[in-house]
């Protein structure tokens, strides 16, 4: 079946401590999406790419590091930089055409102790 | 100035009754697209319609259709016939041909809560 996972589903964090949540997607997409949800806040824009080996600065960018090696793969990392990392976590994909539904991975929740 | 309003921070609707979720834009853009997501408890984002800025009908799928009054720049979400599976968290969102990124601007959602 073709989609977008994310792993892990959960994930703790220790103060100070860098965390990578992966995003894999088989849909064969140009484009990939990560997002941030708080509460009451919708979706914000963390990075995005529409090609292997680039990507671009979302709205709350700082704080978070990407890559773009695969065309299937877009890691988010969560630095020690991020004032405040509790949150939930979307992943998108899409083809590159202005009027594209952005397919969506189940998520990944992070909690910082 | 927020690009997407929804004024409904919360509705709630009776099992099999229609009901109207709003949503507002703001763009210079004269080609854009609106979405509507339906996010459940889950966390997961469910796509449900889509409207171009050009197109001239409504979109509709199945129980789901947009109210798209462009002039007034908004894109309803009108759902029928409401089932207790309907009750989760919907987001209005926006793509823009000048932002050029194909990324997507979401409002803050309106929570549904269908009563049996």
């Known amino acids: 079946d073709g989609g977008i996972t994310q792993s892990p589903k959960y994930l703790f964090r220790k103060e100070g401590q860098n965390v990578t949540l992966s995003c894999e997607q088989n849909?064969?997409?140009?484009?990939m999406y990560w997002y941030r949800q708080d509460p009451g806040q919708g979706l914000r824009l963390i990075y995005y790419?529409?090609?292997?080996?680039?990507?671009q600065k979302g709205d709350i960018a700082e704080g978070y590091s990407v890559s773009r090696e695969k065309k299937e793969s877009f890691p988010l990392t969560v630095t020690s930089a991020q004032k405040n990392p509790t949150a939930f976590y979307l992943c998108?994909?899409?083809?590159?055409?202005?009027?594209?539904?952005?397919?969506f991975g189940p998520g990944t929740r992070l909690t910082v102790l | 100035a927020q690009k997407i309003t929804q004024t409904q921070p919360g509705m709630f609707v009776q099992e099999k009754e229609a009901v109207t979720l709003d949503c507002t834009y703001d763009?210079?853009?004269?080609?854009?697209?609106l979405f509507w997501y339906k996010q459940p408890s889950s966390g997961e984002m469910i796509f449900l319609i889509y409207?171009?800025?050009?197109?001239?009908q409504n979109a509709t799928e199945g129980r789901y259709s947009l109210n798209f009054q462009k002039a007034r720049k908004s894109a309803n979400l009108v759902i029928s016939a409401s089932q207790l599976g309907d009750s989760a968290m919907y987001f209005c969102?926006?793509?823009?041909?000048?932002?050029?990124?194909?990324?997507?601007?979401f409002g803050k959602g309106t929570k549904l809560s269908v009563i049996p």
């Open positions: 409207q171009g800025s050009y197109d001239q």
């Open positions: 763009t210079s853009d004269p080609s854009y697209g």
């Open positions: 790419s529409q090609i292997v080996n680039d990507f």
């Open positions: 998108a994909s899409s083809i590159t055409r202005v009027y594209n539904e952005q397919f």
């Open positions: 969102a926006m793509s823009e041909t000048g932002a050029g990124s194909y990324q997507l601007t």
């Open positions: 849909l064969n997409h140009d484009a």
